[in-house]
């Protein structure tokens, strides 16, 4: 059983800021995100140029093609977010540092122990490492017997990966004219040149 591909808030932006929706979904297929994600999107949208067009993409979006995920209290999602957090998810929910990509995980968690296999984007390196480490959790438990599901993690480097040579991302320069406009939004993206995206295993 497999869930919708849960975004995190910095791909989100990014993406549809630069109207590369289709893109996104092209690789990942329909997407969901918390509501904490979706309030930050659109906070971020109002409070700067670079990002407006983000919440317009997402509300033409929502429902049909992006999910928006309930953060309201379950005994499920509050286990995880107190487990990985180390807080009660009314304390954590109150503190918005990162907590977009503990609620994408917390979601992501509570989706692979019923069973399901999911994929989550983020960027975020200290959200990748607690996604990884959950990962790892889900692998161990799977190891023991127990009947779980499993995480994916990506990040705007794989979907671009994945994109290359197709529809959205035909060759060469249209790679570097998409990554040029996401790096402008993103300081956390490497120069291109310091990620294998133009590289001989993307292009044959």
Excluded: C
């Excluded at 929706?21 to 659109?42: D, H, K, M, Y």
């Excluded at 700067?48 to 093609?65: G, M, Q, S």
């Excluded at 503190?95 to 122990?113: F, K, N, Q, S, Y």
Aim: proline share 7%; aromatic share 4%; hydrophobic share 40%.
């Amino acid at each position: 059983m497999s869930h919708p591909p849960i975004i995190d808030a910095g791909p989100g932006l990014n993406f549809f800021s630069i109207n590369k929706e289709r893109l996104l979904i092209g690789v990942l297929g329909q997407l969901s995100a918390p509501e904490t994600v979706q309030n930050e999107v659109f906070r971020k949208s109002g409070q700067d140029e670079r990002f407006r067009a983000a919440a317009v993409v997402w509300r033409k979006l929502t429902p049909n093609w992006l999910r928006v995920l309930s953060d309201d209290h379950t005994p499920e999602l509050a286990a995880v977010v107190h487990r990985i957090t180390g807080l009660p998810m009314e304390q954590r929910l109150r503190r918005p540092e990162d907590l977009g990509e503990t609620m994408v995980i917390a979601h992501a968690v509570v989706a692979a122990e019923a069973g399901e296999t999911v994929t989550v984007l983020i960027d975020d390196g200290p959200g990748a490492r607690t996604a990884t480490a959950e990962i790892s959790r889900l692998q161990r438990l799977h190891s023991s017997g127990r009947i779980i599901g499993s995480i994916i993690l990506v990040n705007t480097l794989t979907v671009l990966a994945r994109a290359a040579g197709g529809q959205h991302i035909p060759d060469k320069s249209a790679m570097r004219t998409i990554y040029t406009r996401l790096r402008k939004l993103d300081d956390g993206l490497p120069p291109i040149e310091k990620t294998p995206l133009l590289g001989p295993a993307h292009w044959p």
